[in-house]
């Protein structure tokens, strides 16, 4: 059943969302508390929550009411800095569609195009329903039944998943740094994102477009790099921001870059360009020397060139260069290249051997492990009875992905097969938090299997497309009103600890995930929720109890007055590394022990152009937008609005295409349809499409309608195929597409 106009008009009124009622709704929220001559004015410290680089910020608070935003002098990830994403925040915080109340659907049948008939409800009754629904579900059908689409934090959240046993929690770590992590832990030891690029002499940037991205800490860095003489070289299939201020510029074949980085190990090796400190005391190179040599020697340049088309003469120099002018690094991000292919896991093997070769692991110049104050954590302050075990059939199949099952993260290309193919009725009830549709491969699959579940609640900001799907809507706070301790991570050579808290009120009825956790943990397992003394934890004592044991102050609130601690520290580069030897391992017995390669190897992409689909698809973020949480944000929505198919001029001229004509993109897995946008930038046999676009909902009155997902395009998976590519680190394959382009009819 479409949705009409009125049906909207409506639902704004009880959402508050909107068209008419809920502007006038929200004015009258945030009216200042004493308006007129006494208006007070206070800048408090807080850190942005839209990305995790958590830059600091200064907030001007006027009666209640946030007015500016700037970055904060000192900070070491926004170094007073913020970008447009985090300084726009407020139109988000004051967006007239932000759910307001918890609200239940009346209308049984769910569809995307369908009206739930939201009405509003008592946070009682909404508490009351979900424990008695997940409850029964738990006791009738076992732990098994639950779906949690949530990550795995904050910390109260976390418990409360454990505490009810929760067999199925599914993040999107599988299309965003599941492979790099895998990865890193048995090559050098615990996760990281930082670089220290400052120092850094030479830069090998495979896909990462790190300008664009706009992510303060590493744009800061990036260009103390190049001021600091650093050579910096990128492989992208398009003229990227970042590719711009490089030195040099190849437009790499989307897949390729795997074969350029085994490549250059067979030339470092080959001419012993290799930092041999390093290798012969913290690698374990002796060890298995034979072996790593001979696995690489078969990689050479010429064959790399046939696979990339780099050209062999400069994989080679570029090889030479990069083992002779040190500190040297190949940095690797995220998404970027690590979730894009299905060869991503050898790619993030590769880099990884590339950055011990250079010597740089934990040392000046290169990727380091961060200085961090160690706050405990829920379970360190209030240690919980011992939690139940975990018993139960995993629904996306992640359990035959033993290394993903162990770092606890993915599968989002793998969970609509489990619940449409394997497991089809096992979900009985599904939690989703601040998740987008958009964010799977395969949207329209991941929704059909949503809607075959009996109770799904979703809690966010804003009226999202999955909250289409909902029995009920959770309004939730966001980071402007919230408290908490953020460590630096992604520039951290000297522990630091920025405040968050709130600078606006909570508005309406909105709550937070941690609250939520401590009021369902009273109801469904409410032995981990009371201190010693028999009283139920309070979110606001624990931050006290965090910040007292941490040494930043003697309370919560002492520390909101300090706002930022950095304990300068000299910078000692590790001597052992977190793996089972002790070292940093280029041969990794234990991806051997499991009957994985032990040593990257050359595999393909999945997807390669053909007579059908003749074209690589690239996907990009936007600089401007988070993902896909921002398109309704008012400021970013002017700076960007929608997405359109992006064409170098010689292949659109062929197909009949020019600037604004619109285009269906067909791939094996769907299609959509976009205005043209013709560029030089990228190589003729690739398609552009930005993310984040195509929100169904139309309670998001800015975004809902606009653009079109790139992930329709995107083939999900199953684990069979996982398997059978060799794909152990579980690589959600977010840009492994080809597609075909025709003018729209
Ligand atoms: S880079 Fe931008 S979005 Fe990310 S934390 Fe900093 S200000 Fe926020």
Redesign the pocket.
């Known amino acids: 059943m479409p949705l009409s106009r009125r049906d909207w008009i409506r639902l704004s009124s009880v959402t508050g969302a909107g068209l008419f009622g809920g502007q006038s709704l929200f004015g009258q929220f945030f009216q200042p508390a004493a308006a007129g001559p006494s208006a007070q004015t206070r800048t408090l410290v807080t850190a942005?929550?839209?990305?995790?680089?958590?830059?600091g910020?200064q907030a001007t608070v006027t009666d209640n009411v946030l007015k500016f935003l700037q970055g904060l002098p000192g900070d070491q990830?926004?170094n007073g800095g913020?970008?447009a994403?985090?300084?726009s925040?407020i139109s988000t915080a004051y967006d007239p569609d932000r759910l307001k109340y918890p609200m239940k659907r009346t209308n049984p049948h769910k569809d995307l195009t369908a009206d739930p008939g939201w009405v509003r409800i008592t946070w009682d009754e909404a508490l009351t329903t979900i424990s008695q629904r997940f409850g029964g579900y738990l006791s009738q059908f076992g732990k098994e039944s639950l779906l949690f689409v949530s990550r795995n934090s904050p910390e109260l959240w976390s418990r409360f998943m454990n505490a009810i046993g929760v067999v199925n929690r599914v993040d999107h770590n599988d299309v965003c740094y599941m492979v790099d992590r895998i990865v890193q832990r048995y090559t050098m030891g615990p996760h990281t994102f930082a670089y220290d690029f400052a120092n850094s002499k030479y830069i090998l940037l495979f896909g990462w477009d790190l300008l664009a991205r706009?992510?303060?800490?590493f744009c800061h860095q990036m260009m103390a790099a190049k001021e600091g003489g650093a050579k910096v070289v990128s492989f992208n299939p398009m003229y990227s921001a970042t590719a711009r201020v490089a030195d040099e510029w190849y437009p790499i074949r989307p897949g390729g870059d795997l074969a350029v980085i085994l490549a250059i190990i067979q030339v470092l090796l080959n001419e012993n360009l290799f930092d041999r400190d390093f290798v012969g005391n913290y690698t374990n190179f002796a060890e298995y020397e034979g072996q790593i040599r001979e696995n690489f020697q078969k990689y050479t340049p010429e064959w790399a060139e046939k696979e990339s088309d780099v050209p062999a003469a400069d994989i080679r120099r570029i090889a030479r260069e990069f083992g002779e002018r040190r500190p040297a690094v190949a940095p690797l991000h995220k998404k970027t290249i690590g979730a894009n292919h299905a060869n991503a896991t050898q790619i993030a093997h590769a880099i990884a051997v590339l950055n011990i070769l250079a010597g740089t692991i934990d040392r000046p110049g290169g990727r380091y492990f961060p200085r961090t104050i160690s706050i405990p954590g829920v379970d360190a302050i209030y240690p919980p009875p011992s939690y139940p075990s975990k018993t139960g059939r995993r629904v996306d199949g992640r359990n035959l992905l033993p290394l993903a099952h162990e770092a606890n993260n993915g599968m989002f290309s793998t969970l609509a097969d489990g619940m449409l193919n394997k497991f089809p009725g096992m979900i009985r009830g599904v939690f989703w938090q601040n998740y987008s549709l958009g964010g799977f491969p395969s949207p329209r699959h991941i929704a059909e299997a949503l809607k075959s579940v009996e109770f799904m609640v979703v809690m966010d900001i804003l009226p999202v497309d999955a909250a289409l799907l909902a029995d009920i809507v959770l309004p939730s706070t966001m980071f402007l009103e919230g408290s908490d301790l953020i460590s630096r991570t992604n520039n951290a050579k000297s522990p630091q600890v920025v405040v968050r808290q709130p600078v606006i009120s909570a508005p309406f009825e909105t709550r937070s995930i941690g609250w939520l956790a401590v009021e369902l943990g009273k109801r469904l397992a409410p032995d981990y929720f009371r201190t010693d003394s028999g009283a139920w934890i309070s979110p606001s004592v624990l931050l006290d109890e965090k910040t007292k044991r941490a040494g930043l102050a003697n309370s919560f609130a002492e520390f909101r007055s300090i706002g930022m601690v950095t304990k300068e520290q000299p910078f000692v580069p590790r001597t052992t590394f977190a793996t089972a030897s002790g070292k940093c391992q280029i041969y990794v017995p234990e991806f051997a022990q499991r009957g994985y390669a032990p040593l990257p190897e050359w595999k393909p992409k999945r997807d390669l152009p053909s007579a059908e689909y003749p074209f690589f698809l690239l996907t990009y973020i936007p600089g401007v937008h988070?993902r896909n949480s921002t398109q309704n944000n008012k400021v970013l929505h002017e700076m960007m609005p929608e997405n359109s198919v992006i064409m170098h001029p010689s292949a659109a001229a062929r197909l009949g295409l020019g600037e604004g004509t619109p285009a269906v993109v067909r791939s094996r897995a769907g299609q959509i349809t976009l205005p043209v946008h013709l560029s030089q930038t990228l190589r003729p046999d690739c398609v552009l499409v930005a993310h984040g676009f195509g929100h169904v909902s139309r309670a998001l009155t800015l975004a809902g309608g606009k653009g079109a997902r790139d992930a329709d395009l995107i083939p999900d998976q199953t684990i069979e195929e996982i398997l059978a590519a060799g794909n152990f680190g579980g690589s959600g394959c977010i840009m492994d597409a080809a597609v075909a382009v025709e003018a729209a009819g």
Do not use: E, P
């Not at 942005?48 to 830059?55: E, K, N, R, T, V």
């Not at 706009?214 to 800490?217: G, H, I, P, T, Y």
């Open positions: 942005c929550g839209l990305c995790d680089s958590a830059c910020m990830h926004g913020i970008c994403k985090g300084a925040a706009n992510k303060v800490v988070r």
